[in-house]
Structure formats: C-alpha cells, structure tokens
C-alpha cells in the first residue's frame, strides 16, 4: 500500500475571504441574503449624443486621445469617440501608469459614469471603464452593487454571491397552505424572490427594488418577520413549561419589615410594579420580567422588596450590576436596609479577592448570605449558590451579549438539582441534593431592569416573551433638571458657574469626553480637566474618577464625593449608571457630541435626585453633524426618558437600539417594524399554527434566518 501523504496544510485565507467572514458572510446562506444596495444598468449602451447632463450611463467608444494635462492640476484625458461619431472625455485626477496604459488609443472602451455638461462638451469624472471586443455582450441583468468593504472587492463579492446563491438551501419551506393569507398570497418563492433581487431583469422596476415594496421584497421581509416570531414564541412555549420555586413573603417576614423600615413611602407607580413582581414570583414558573422606569424613579428598592419575598421563602437572591461602582452603591444601599432585619449580604465582585473573596463564596454557598450583590462576577463558574430563587439585573442592557447568555446558562444550572419542598429557610439542616435527572427542569426567578425603555413596538416583537413592568412616576420633591447647551468657547464661564455652585455647598460631576478609539486619551484629557479645576477652585476638594483605577482607590474617591467632603467629581463614562449622590446638582458634558442620547441620559440622570434645582450643562465643540445637533436638541427639550428612548430610535434605527450592534446579530435586516406592520401581523397570526402544525418547518425557518442568534434574542 502507498504510503499516506502527510494531509495538505490548510491554505491560508485570503484578505477577500477575511473579509467576508468579518461582514458575517460565512455560509451560502449568508451570502445569499446579503442583498444589494442598489443595481448599476449595464444591460445597455447610450449613444453619447443622447446622453443628458447627470446621468448616470455606460457608452462605448474607440480612444482617439490620451494624454496627461496640466489644467489647474495634474489630470489624465481620454477622449472616446463612439460610432456615430460623437466624443466624450473621461477625466482622471488620480490614476497610476498603468490605467492610462489600459486606455490607450485604439482600444475600445465600455465605460460607465455621470455624464456632466463641461466647458470641452460630454464628460466623465472617473468613469469606470474595461475593454471590450466589438462583439463583448451585454449584461442580460441589472449589476448587483453590494454592501462592501475597503478589503472586499466588488467583483470579488459578485462571483461568491452568484456561486452561493445556486449552491444555498433555499427550497421552500412554509406550508403553501399557510401562505394563503391575503397579504402572502402573491408573494414568490424564496429561491425565486432571492434571484430576482441578485440579478433582477433590464425591465425590473428600479422604484419598487429601491423602496423595497417590491414582492420579492415582501417576501423576504416577510419571511424574516416569520423565523422572528417564531424564535420568540417558541421561546415563550419553553419558558411555560419550565418550573420555578413559588415565592411568597412570609406574614410578618422580611417583607413586611423591610416596608416598615423605609425611610420614604413608595410612590403608587413602585407599589403597582412591586405588586406585579410579586404576582410572578409566587407563580411556579419563571418570571421574566423587565422593569422599566426612568431615572431615579426608585427600581433599587423595588428590587429589594422582590428579594425580600425570595428571602421570606427561604431562598437566596443575587443582584448584578454592570459596573463596580454600581455594584457597591447597591450593595452599602442594601446592607443599610436590610442588615439592621438580620439578612446577611454578600458582596462579590473582580476586586474582592483572596480570603475575603472565599468568605463571601462559602457564605453564598452554604446559603447563610441569603443575598448576593456584584458584578458579572456572581455568575461564574466558582460562584455556587445554595438555593437561588431570583436573579435580579440591574441596568440590563449595559450587559454585553455574552455576558446575557453566560447568565442564562448560569440560571439554568442553579436550581435544577435542588429539590422543591417550599418554604424551608435555607439556613436549616437540609438532606443532600438529590440527582439532577430526578429533579424538574426548573429556572431562578429573573427580574431585570433598565432606565432604557422599549418602544412598544420593539417590546411587541422582540421581547414579546418579556413581561414588562413601568414605572412611570418620580419620587416626590425632585426638581426638574435644566439644561444648557454652550459651545466650548465659553468652559471659562461655565468654570465661573461651578465655582459659585460650589460656594452654595453644591456638588458638582464634570464629564469627561468619550474617546473610543483611545483609553489613553480619554484618561489624558480626564486628568487635564481634573488638573484644570483643581487649579481654579484651590479651595475645594476635586477628585478624579476613571475606569483604569483599582477598584478600592475608586471606592474611596466616591466615598468622599457621597460623603460631601469632596466637591468636583471629575470623571470619565464609569459614572454612567446608577451612581446615586442626591446633594450633586450641577452636571458638566464635555464634548457632548460624542455620546449617545440614552447615554446623555443615564448621566444627566446623576444629578435632580434631590430638592434642589439641577443644572446639566452640555459642552460641544463644533461642527456638529445633522444626528449631533438632534441629540443635543433633544436633550434640552425634554428630560422625560421615554421621550427621549422614543427620539433615540427616530435618530438610529431599531437595528442599533438596544445594544444590538456590539453584538453584531442585528435585529432586522431587511423589515421595518412600523412600515412593514401587516406583514408582522401576518407572521405573529401564522406563527403559532407553525409550531403546532409543521414543528420541522418552523425550525428549519428559524434556523435558515437566525442561525446561532436565535440564542442571543432569547439572553
Ligand atoms: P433608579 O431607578 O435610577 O435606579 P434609584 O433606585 O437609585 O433610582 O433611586 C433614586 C433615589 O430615590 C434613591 O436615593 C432612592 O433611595 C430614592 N427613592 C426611591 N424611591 C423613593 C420614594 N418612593 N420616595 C423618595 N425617595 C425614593
Ligand atoms: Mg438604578
């Protein structure tokens, strides 16, 4: 036998390939649905003669001249000339040797540009042009030009997006029956609707391709609504069938207490939503329930009542913040509510390391801290509750996607292997936990929470598994914050200002500017603002707070700011979420333009927590572009935190909403929510039918559109 030739080393990718692969274009599917963005017509020739002034045309001609010119600047002129005689010039003003070689006279030309009237008659600015014999065809299809990149060749793109396209599983999947309704009925098949938009035909009506009102675009936007619904109401089927303890406050329990010992009364909008969290919790299924409510409108105690009624019935909460600042804040709040009521808190983050860390992981463990405060840190792997009822997670959407399905797989290993016999406090003698087989599936309680609210539309679809609560009032005696907008030419007045707020006994945050690309510059120019201030208000404290420092050098820094010692806070975004210092009432935005609405928000949302008016003062430096200006106009129009999630989606689309990008699974490629309404009506209608009637059609379709998202809608 001959010998077996060692297996040939896998061949490295190539730059389009990476390409491709970085726009998510992995499989034949893939590239099938990565759509045009518009077509160019190659399908015909103009006569150059009949050629108008802006439009955008292909002719063909022999080059008669080419030469480089020194008009004003260094330019390449080729003159074509077509059959009839009539000229057109094609004008480069950045070209290399070998393009004016590739055109040089004699050869004959396809060209393809605008056409301009200029002072030497028809001309071409950068045409793109190729050789053809006399005899070289027409395209018989409009050309596809695609979503790109600097490394992803057009031409490159076109040849792996027709190979696919024949090769890609497309055969029909849904039920024809089912694809009786009106609004379906005429639409083509998938593979058919698909070719069509890849290479649609000379007389294809441009408009309709372009407006996507066309059927091959209705059926695909259709189809895209469907696998959505679909993915979601499975996942709602699912959750129904798994098991969650029942929780129910205790008479005269920890609830009760916690209630009596507040120092205010809850405003009618927290009691309503601590009553519809606790109808969820004494259920025996899993809540999923998002709590909404605007800044400072008061979630964190609502939060401590559903885990006082978890306590109560004997099982442990963990609540999770996306930051540790955020965290701590909630875990001194907690402690100062609930250790005086003998509940034991645990407080697990990054930075708490060594002794102290496996103190808090054998008090989680044995189940003598009945609640568990953090950061993302609580849901890893050496982090092992006793009996964990709830999960509450506050600031939800700040949680990377990973970080929500970590989660999720956390939640789910919890509680499967522990048996069901209500009520028990887990501090008492338990028997060993039975094998997780004989054990219901079963899920903690998750409650999560978000100064972000959904638009009713995006709740309606994407999260039409999530329960939602609101709360939709402020505590009362807030003040109502006002809001300035200056150009940066006058910080030296603002400076002024904070000086004399300062002399009143005020607070004062100074935002420093986002700087993406850089943690180094955004740290820079947070210690140049720090040292700014500090020099023009020698007699105050003002301190620094940025996202590189150790966790206990911050905690110290916010302990002087709360504390009131210290009266400047200058700091970069980590103050983003949820930091809570009633008496700060002035807030400065450097570079305001580089931040996002909702972001804007959450940090105005620091200051007006007490009875003082509060000023928040938004720096730019211009030019400031179109969707700039709108955020900065909306943020001095209004403070009311739907108004402006409501604007936020006006400004940047769905797809972006709800930190969808970082997670590069975007939310709808090709419908639009509120303009493809009735085809989204059709989809929730036939959805249900699907998944009773044809469950293997209904998973081929989900799977064909959301691959591996399918998991990341659900986290
Ligand atoms: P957020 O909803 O932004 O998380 P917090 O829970 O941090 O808001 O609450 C903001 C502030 O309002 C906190 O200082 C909190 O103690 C206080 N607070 C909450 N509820 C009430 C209430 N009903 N009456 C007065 N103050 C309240
Ligand atoms: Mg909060």
């Known amino acids: 036998m001959p010998e077996a030739s060692p297996a040939p080393a896998p061949r490295p990718k190539s730059a389009p390939q990476k390409a491709m692969e970085k726009l998510g274009l992995l499989r034949d599917i893939d590239l099938a649905l990565h759509l045009p963005l518009r077509y160019e017509d190659e399908t015909r020739l103009t006569p150059i003669a009949e050629a108008r002034d802006g439009d955008t045309v292909q002719c063909e001609g022999e080059v008669v001249d080419n030469r480089i010119e020194l008009r004003g600047r260094r330019q390449l002129l080729v003159k074509l000339r077509d059959e009839r005689g009539a000229q057109l010039l094609l004008r480069f003003l950045h070209f290399y040797p070998a393009q004016q070689k590739a055109m040089a006279i004699g050869l004959r030309l396809r060209v393809r540009g605008e056409i301009r009237a200029g002072f030497f008659g028809r001309e071409m600015v950068h045409p793109s042009f190729r050789k053809v014999d006399e005899d070289t065809p027409l395209a018989a299809a409009l050309t596809p030009v695609y979503p790109a990149s600097a490394q992803l060749p057009q031409a490159y793109l076109r040849k792996a997006i027709a190979s696919a396209l024949k090769r890609a599983p497309l055969d029909e999947v849904l039920p024809p029956a089912l694809m009786q309704l ?43 609504l469907l696998a959505q619904q679909l993915s979601q109401q499975r996942a709602q089927r699912e959750r129904a069938l798994l098991k969650a303890p029942a929780l ?47 800044v400072g409108s008061g979630k964190t105690v609502v ?3 559903a885990a006082a009624v978890a306590i109560d019935a004997g099982w442990q909460c963990a609540l999770m913040a996306p930051t540790e600042i955020l965290a701590e804040q909630h875990f001194r709040k907690l402690i100062g509510w609930l250790e005086p009521l003998a509940v034991k808190v645990a407080w697990i983050t990054g930075s708490v390391k060594g002794k102290a860390r496996q103190k808090m992981l054998d008090a989680a463990a044995s189940g003598e801290a009945m609640l568990i405060v953090g950061t993302h840190a609580v849901i890893e792997d050496k982090v092992q509750f006793k009996r964990l009822g709830l999960a509450v997670i506050d600031e939800q959407h700040r949680f990377g996607v990973a970080q929500r399905l970590a989660l999720r797989k956390k939640l789910q290993s919890q509680v499967a292997h522990l048996d069901m016999a209500p009520g028990a406090p887990a501090t008492a003698q338990r028997p060993a936990a039975p094998a997780a087989s004989q054990a219901p599936a079963q899920e903690p309680h998750m409650l999560m929470m978000s100064a972000t609210p959904i638009p009713r539309t995006l709740a309606m679809t994407y999260f039409a598994d999530l329960a939602v609560s609101t709360i939709d009032e402020l505590p009362p005696g807030r003040s109502p914050i006002v809001t300035r907008v200056f150009a940066d030419s006058r910080r030296d007045e603002i400076i002024e200002k904070i000086a004399a707020a300062v002399r009143d006994g005020r607070q004062v945050y100074w935002v420093c500017p986002l700087i993406e690309e850089s943690e180094a510059l955004d740290l820079k120019n947070a210690t140049e603002t720090h040292q700014e201030l500090s020099a023009a208000l020698p007699q105050q404290m003002v301190g620094l707070l940025h996202g590189r420092m150790p966790p206990s050098e911050k905690a110290a820094v916010m302990s002087l700011f709360s504390g009131g010692q210290m009266s400047v806070l200058v700091a ?61 106009r909306a943020m001095a129009e209004t403070t009311d935190g739907f108004e402006i999630a409501r604007r936020d989606l006006d400004i940047r689309g769905p797809g972006e909403f709800m930190g969808a990008r970082q997670s590069g699974a975007q939310l709808l490629r090709f419908a639009d929510l509120q303009e493809d309404a009735p085809l989204l009506g059709a989809a929730r209608r036939l959805a249900p039918q699907l998944l009773d009637q044809h469950p293997a059609a209904a998973a081929a379709q989900v799977d064909r559109w959301l691959g591996g998202k399918a998991e990341y809608l659900k986290a």
């Not at 009506?205 to 695909?220: F, G, I, M, N, Y």
């Not at 970069?572 to 909702?598: K, Q, W, Y």
Request: net charge neutral.
């Open 182 to 224: 009106p609004i379906t009925r005429g639409l083509p098949p998938l593979r058919q609707a698909l070719e069509f938009l890849h290479h649609p035909p000379p007389d294809a009506r441009l408009q309709t391709l372009e407006d996507h009102s066309h059927p091959a675009w209705q059926r695909l936007k259709f189809e895209e």
């Open 248 to 294: 129910r406050a205790a008479p005269g329990g920890l609830h009760e207490r916690l209630l009596a010992a507040l120092p205010f009364r809850l405003t009618d909008a927290q009691q309503r939503v601590a009553e519809e969290i606790a109808q969820d919790l004494a259920r025996p299924q899993p809540m999923h329930r998002l709590l909404q409510g605007d």
């Open 303 to 305: 939060a401590a009542l």
């Open 572 to 632: 970069t975004t980590v103050i983003e979420v949820g930091v809570d210092v009633p008496n700060a009432s002035l807030m400065v935005i450097e570079h305001a333009e580089r931040f996002g609405l909702s972001q804007l928000h959450q940090l105005r949302g620091r200051v007006g927590r007490g009875s003082v008016a509060s000023v928040c003062v938004l720096l730019y430096t211009g030019p400031l572009s179109d969707t700039g200006k709108s955020r900065l």
